[in-house]
């Protein structure tokens, strides 16, 4: 199982920082006893890990060695690996930067490195409907700022609407399973279509007028993009909460 997770972003929408974004402190995590900040992407190879993934790719641009430096100072229970995308062409092209090292017959997850999202098992549960495609969806409150996906009653996807002004749902896909054989199949579509493709969410709609089924599945409880200041201030207020209910509830059990 392989984890691809595209970070060669500029990250324009949270601009100036000292950092990539993807490794903006949000949380902390114990480093040898001692409470560290913890980087918004850390979150996410996590849950990777958890899920089973072994290898993960991180598609940085060329000016993120700080991503590099960062994951190179503990040790994972996975390989990480980078993948340069040397000018941003968008969501598809980074993706696919990871393609050559996907085998056919192995699980692709697939996250954005800039959110945080909970159930943390949602890519297990995914990668278990055994699905070509499957979407994991999350409900938000601004779903027009999103990827929209619109279903029918078996999950099967009907199509995503691309960050639509009132879409039909409030659900929207935060992260994807996919085969192996699928995740080339979307690569070999998106060569047919020139390139043109830039969200990932115009090139499942075209997968699915071709004949191909996408499936989707509302496993989501809770969705934050910390790629704004008030997604990053929302991220902070809610795993500080999280986290005093959780010392609380240790501190019940242990009385």
């Not at 990250?11 to 950092?19: E, V």
């Not at 954005?112 to 943390?120: H, M, R």
């Not at 399973?177 to 199949?185: D, I, N, P, V, Y």
């Not at 089924?213 to 929302?234: F, I, K």
Request: some cysteine; overall charge negative.
């Amino acid at each position: 199982m392989i984890g691809i997770i595209p970070a060669a972003g500029a990250g324009l929408r949270i601009q100036p920082l000292g950092c990539s974004k993807e490794l903006l402190p949000v949380g902390s995590r114990d480093v040898a006893g001692v409470e560290r900040p913890k980087a918004v992407s850390e979150y996410l190879v996590e849950r990777m890990i958890a899920a089973g993934a072994r290898q993960i790719c991180i598609v940085i641009s060329a000016e993120k060695s700080d991503i590099v430096r960062y994951f190179a100072e503990r040790d994972y229970a996975a390989e990480i690996f980078y993948a340069v995308q040397q000018r941003p062409r968008g969501l598809c092209d980074a993706l696919f930067r990871a393609e050559p090292f996907v085998r056919p017959g192995e699980q692709v997850l697939i996250g954005l490195p800039d959110t945080i999202w909970f159930p943390e098992n949602a890519f297990r549960t995914s990668v278990e409907q055994r699905q070509a495609v499957n979407l994991v969806l999350f409900p938000v409150e601004n779903p027009s700022a999103f990827d929209a996906v619109l279903c029918d009653e078996s999950g099967r996807v009907e199509r995503v609407e691309v960050k639509q002004p009132n879409p039909g749902t409030n659900w929207i896909w935060g992260a994807v399973t996919a085969s192996g054989r699928a995740f080339h199949s979307l690569r070999m579509l998106w060569e047919s279509r020139h390139r043109e493709d830039e969200y990932l969410g115009h090139l499942l709609n075209a997968y699915i007028a071709a004949g191909n089924p996408v499936h989707a599945t509302p496993l989501g409880e809770r969705y934050m993009d910390v790629g704004t200041m008030e997604g990053y201030r929302n991220a902070q207020d809610y795993l500080r909460a999280r986290s005093r209910d959780t010392g609380e509830q240790q501190k019940s059990s242990a009385a």
